[in-house]
């Protein structure tokens, strides 16, 4: 009998990271450097112009060991070009995203569709005689639930923005 | 003319010309006290090397653009002053990535200006166009695309601060020729607005009074002296603490010379072949504290046995290193010199008799040592230029066994007297750095010592050695193979060796005299003081060929991976484990 190993999952967090950024050109890539080097995959990703123009916002989630996410988000706030990188994981923040879901469902279909579109407060924003789009915001939690249900509709095309979030109260985001 | 078609007389004209921005970028150069650019010039670049014609600042035309970069390094770092570096576009930009990489391992300030296509051009795979800012993100502090002249003072401006404050480090700047080329009436600029780019200074006061509890409590202490030391000049500091404690001292292979290796403190150097007492002391203490060190995989080996049980304090300027490899007791964001400044007069006096009657124990036990027969041998050379030069002379190493044998032999004592590539570990580093050292200390000797290997990787510089008329010295040691790679194919591959002969080696003598430079031979032991007096005070560059034994082994070694407890004082029987560390 061979000895049985255990073997303890690695803690693997989703983790939102928002960074302060110049907007000048070349800090997408130097952020996303950061990851890349340790193989690490980036979930999602925004980028915005902040309330200055000299400024954008990026907003990252990606999973990883939290010791590597420390390391990680050192290694970012120490790029001259970020202002400042801070990890909301467990932080009380407000966060939403928006997802356009476009379904090739033959009219007869669609009474069902409609009604899981409008429990989650969904739009419909395109209106075709082939497909038709949705447009849903909500947590990310969220908008996987709308989508899971969606699924058996052939989802003909996804597009999410990524994450948003912003530090609730006085703390920064 | 001017832009309503005007005639203007000539002398106003004159007064109103505007400089080109090639002109701007050496004014700015002029203005953050540059003496020496070294580079290789090309179609790109041609505006920034015509307006060095009329400036006071001298051009060092090297061979290669990796010698241009070493060379920037090498004075950076003997000078502490930032190293300039100025070359063309796509392969002569490309040609630096192997300078820039070995200055951000080593927290050098070096700035690197490339010429690159105009503007128009770009993202067009237009002649020698490279995306260089693109290739060389991993490699650089930091770094800038000039994309409108008005930006030229900033840009020069911000490239020589992040450069050279806080931690060190390499800045590019990529020039288009038509930037270079066309006017730039931008004022020259002074301030700095960096909101993202904060440098620190002196430590927090409570993690300053919490090392100072810890060290008292401590009953051996060990004091862990690395890169940052030197680049702060902590080095005076450190030497007082470490007397008022009584704790020794040990450094990294970049950390010699921060501390004079002769002071009885001192057990010299740590690490993978760092003397046996160092690593006795570091697996032996009960406190470490690294100042300015970043706990290197070729210094803690095996993590899980490093310093088990011990107090571990890390001061460093860069928060991104605490954490990184051990979690410190507390750690010290901070300027190691200040830090240590501040920490001093909340030192007291401290009796550590027994510990320091230990680590003199094992120094007796474990003297470094080498065999005086079978010919010659690398280290009685190094242990002669030690004698020689007495700490003297600025030292500059390659990569090898030579470099370990000259860490180990030869014993620096002042700051900024050893300069080696340690993080990248870099062949061709040594003989370029010395020529840079050399052009920042015309008063000072400069020996590099490098391997037969290595020194093939950018000998051509001695063309540059040789018009400069530099007293640089060069020694090789010459073992007709890649040692350091035969070593670890004796040790660990069953000496299958494979690619490590340097079969077909020209004879360095001759080729030194080819260039015009005076060369010597050591062949025995006994005429390796006469030889290296010699050369030492020939005026001028000076080649000496050490013609070593082919298969000596440098110990001690702890195997990449492994720990203290095994580590090897000498040749070891029986075959050893492939290592498991990191390379
Ligand atoms: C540019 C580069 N290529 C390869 C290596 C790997 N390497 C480390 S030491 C070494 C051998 C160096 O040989 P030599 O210069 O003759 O010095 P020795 O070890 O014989 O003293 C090699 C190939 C390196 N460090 N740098």
């Known amino acids: 009998m061979s000895a049985a190993i255990e073997l303890k999952p690695v803690p693997q967090q989703i983790h939102t990271i928002s960074l302060f950024v110049n907007n000048v050109p070349g800090v ?49 706030a120490k790029l001259v070009d970020v202002v400042h990188a801070v990890d909301h994981t467990g932080d009380s923040a407000y966060e939403t995203e928006i997802a356009l879901i476009k379904i090739e469902a033959p009219l007869a279909e669609r009474t069902e569709i409609l009604q899981v579109a409008e429990h989650f407060k969904s739009r419909v924003v395109d209106y075709g005689s082939e497909s038709m789009i949705l447009q849903a915001y909500g947590s990310s939690e969220k908008l996987d639930a709308l989508i899971s249900l969606l699924r058996p509709y052939s989802i003909a095309e996804l597009v999410r923005s990524g994450k948003l979030l912003m530090a609730r109260g006085k703390s920064a985001t | ?39 290789l010039s090309g179609g790109a670049i041609m505006p920034l090397f015509d307006a060095l014609v ?8 090297t061979r290669h653009e990796q010698g241009a970069t070493h060379m920037a390094d090498g004075y950076a770092r003997a000078t502490g002053r930032p190293g300039v570096v100025l ?46 800012t693109g290739i060389t993100y991993p490699v650089v502090k930091h770094s800038y695309l000039i994309k409108n002249a008005a930006d030229i003072p900033r840009i020069i401006r911000e490239a020589f601060h992040v450069a050279t404050s806080g931690r060190p480090g390499p800045v590019l700047v990529d020039i288009p020729k038509d930037i270079g080329q066309g006017p730039c009436d931008a004022p020259f600029c002074d301030e700095i607005d960096l909101p993202g780019y904060e440098v620190a200074t002196r430590g927090a006061p409570e993690a300053i009074a919490e090392t100072a509890r810890l060290l008292r409590a401590a009953k051996r202490p060990l004091l862990y002296v690395g890169q940052g030391a030197v680049i702060s000049g902590a080095g005076k500091a450190i030497t007082t603490l470490a007397e008022k404690l009584r704790a020794p001292v040990v450094t990294t292979l970049l950390g010699k010379g921060a ?14 072949h760092g003397t046996a007492y160092a690593n006795k002391a570091v697996a032996g203490c009960d406190l470490i504290m690294s100042i300015g060190g970043r706990w290197d995989d070729r210094i803690t080996g095996r993590l899980s046995d490093f310093c088990t049980g011990a107090v571990k304090i890390h001061v460093d300027i860069d928060p991104a290193e605490f954490n990184k490899i051990i979690r410190p007791d507390v750690s010290i964001l901070g300027d190691a010199r200040l830090v240590v ?43 002669r230029l030690d004698a020689l030069t007495q700490g003297e002379a600025i030292i500059t190493t390659d990569v090898g066994q030579h470099q370990m044998w000259a860490a180990q032999f030869c014993r620096s004592r002042s700051n900024r007297h050893w300069i080696s590539s340690g993080g990248a570990g870099t062949m061709g580093f040594g003989f370029p750095a010395a020529i840079g050292a050399q052009f920042g200390n015309p008063d000072k000797k400069v020996w590099a010592v490098v391997g037969d290997g290595g020194f093939q990787m950018t000998l051509s510089e001695l063309a540059t050695a040789f018009i400069h008329k530099l007293p640089v010295n060069v020694l090789i040691i010459n073992n007709n193979f890649l040692g350091m790679i035969r070593q670890w194919q004796e040790m660990f591959y069953e000496n299958r060796l494979s690619g490590s002969d340097l079969e077909g080696n020209p004879d360095f003598v001759k ?42 082994n440098v110990f001690p070694m702890i195997p990449a991976g492994a720990s203290v407890s095994e580590m090897l004082i000498e040749k070891p029987k029986h075959a050893l484990a492939k290592p498991s560390g990191s390379t």
């Open chain 2, 511 to 552: 080729l030194a005299q080819a260039y015009g430079v005076k060369a010597l031979r050591i062949r025995r032991p006994a005429d390796a003081d006469r030889i290296l007096r010699e050369a030492h005070e020939h005026d001028g560059p000076c080649v000496v060929v050490a013609e070593v034994v082919k298969e000596d």
């Open chain 2, 87 to 132: 070359v063309t576009s796509g392969p002569g930009a490309t040609n630096t990535v192997t300078g820039l990489l070995t200055a951000l391992m080593d927290s050098a300030p070096v700035v690197v200006l490339t010429g690159q296509t105009i503007t128009s051009m770009l993202g067009k795979d237009a002649f020698q166009e490279a995306d260089v």
């Open chain 2, 1 to 39: 003319m001017d832009s309503r078609g005007n005639i203007l007389d000539t002398q106003e004209e004159s007064d109103q010309k505007l400089p080109t921005g090639g002109e701007k970028i050496i004014q700015c150069l002029e203005r953050e006290g540059v003496e020496y650019v070294f580079g």
């Open chain 2, 259 to 272: 501390v004079d290796e002769t002071h009885p403190l001192h057990l010299g150097m740590m690490g993978m």
């Open chain 1, 28 to 76: 997408l890539v130097r952020v996303a450097l950061v990851f890349s080097r340790r193989g690490f995959n980036i979930e999602s990703l925004v980028v915005s112009p902040g309330a200055e123009g000299r400024f954008s916002r990026m907003t990252v989630t990606c999973s990883g060991e939290p010791e590597v996410l420390e390391q990680i988000i050192k290694q970012l």
């Open chain 2, 54 to 61: 009329d400036s006071k600042i001298q051009l060092v035309l």
């Open chain 2, 341 to 383: 400044e501040d920490l001093l007069p909340q030192i007291e006096m401290a009796d550590t008799a027994d510990w320091l009657e230990q680590c003199d124990k094992w120094r007796r036990l474990y003297p470094l040592k080498y065999s005086k027969q079978g010919g010659l041998r690398a280290q009685h050379v190094l242990d």
